[in-house]
C-alpha cells in the first residue's frame, strides 16, 4: 500500500512566524511531489510541486524534498491568518502514473 | 486563469438513483481525472482518463462508476445506483500532462438521502 502520511495537527502558529509542515511518502519510487491548501468546504488548490532533492522557494513558500529519507515539507514564512487551512501532501507514486495520493493533511491555523 | 469547472455544486439523490456529475476541465489539458473525499477523510483518487479512455482507476471505482468525454469540453463521471456511501465531494482535476501538476475544480457535493 503506498502511503502518504502527514501530522494531522492541528498546527498552531503565531503570525508573522514560520510554519513548518512535514510528510513522509512510502513509495521510494515516488518522483513528483505536490503541496495543495484546502480551506473548509473548498476543493485543494496548489501551492507548490517539488521534483527534485534540495529546496524550492516560491514566495513566501519553500517545498523541500529529500529523496534518501523519503520526506517532503513545506515552510510558511511570515505567516498570516489567511494561511490558516489544511495542507495536503500529495505525491505521484510511481513515474508515469498519474494518480495523485494524498495524505490526510495537517491543520494550520495562525494566531493574530 | 484557466480553471477546471464542476456542475452542480450540490446534489441530492434517493438512494439507488442514477446521478451524472460534470465537468470541464482546463482548455488545453490532456488527462482527467476524478477524486473523492468523504467529509473529515483524505483525499481518495477514483479514475484518471487520458486519449478517450481510462488509464488508472482505483478499487473504489467499482462496475457502479463510468466516465465518459461525451464532447470536446465535457467530462462525467456516472454513478448507476448510488448507495448512502458515496455521499462525498467529488473533484474534477486535470492536468497538461503525465506527473505534472493537477488542478482542482470547485467539486459537487454530493448526499445520497
Known amino acids: 500500500q503506498k502511503e502518504v502520511e502527514q501530522n494531522s495537527g492541528p498546527l498552531s502558529v503565531p503570525e508573522g512566524a514560520i510554519a513548518s509542515l512535514n510528510c513522509t511518502y512510502s513509495?521510494?519510487?515516488?518522483?513528483?511531489f505536490f503541496w495543495y491548501r484546502q480551506y473548509s468546504g473548498k476543493s485543494p488548490e496548489l501551492i507548490m510541486s517539488?521534483?527534485?532533492?534540495g529546496d524550492k522557494e516560491d514566495g513566501r513558500f519553500t517545498a523541500q524534498l529529500n529523496k534518501a529519507s523519503q520526506y517532503v515539507s513545506l515552510l510558511i514564512r511570515d505567516s498570516q491568518p489567511s494561511d490558516s487551512a489544511t495542507y495536503l501532501c500529495a505525491a505521484i507514486p510511481i513515474q508515469g502514473a498519474q494518480k495523485l495520493v494524498f495524505g490526510q493533511g495537517t491543520r494550520l491555523t495562525i494566531n493574530p | 486563469e484557466p480553471e477546471v469547472t464542476q456542475t452542480p455544486s450540490h446534489q441530492v439523490t434517493q438512494m439507488g438513483q442514477e446521478v451524472i456529475l460534470r465537468c470541464v476541465p482546463i482548455s488545453n489539458h490532456l488527462y482527467f481525472y476524478w477524486y473523492r473525499q468523504i467529509l473529515g477523510q483524505k483525499v481518495e483518487f477514483l479514475v484518471s482518463f487520458y486519449n478517450n479512455e481510462i488509464s488508472e482507476k482505483s478499487e473504489i471505482f467499482d462496475d457502479q462508476f463510468s466516465v465518459e468525454r461525451p464532447d470536446g469540453s465535457n467530462f462525467t463521471l456516472k454513478i448507476r445506483s448510488t448507495k448512502l456511501e458515496d455521499s462525498a465531494m467529488y473533484f474534477c482535476a486535470s492536468s497538461d500532462r503525465v506527473n505534472q501538476p493537477q488542478h482542482f475544480g470547485d467539486g459537487t457535493r454530493l448526499s445520497i438521502l
Open positions: 513509495d521510494r519510487g515516488s518522483q513528483s
Open positions: 517539488i521534483y527534485s532533492n
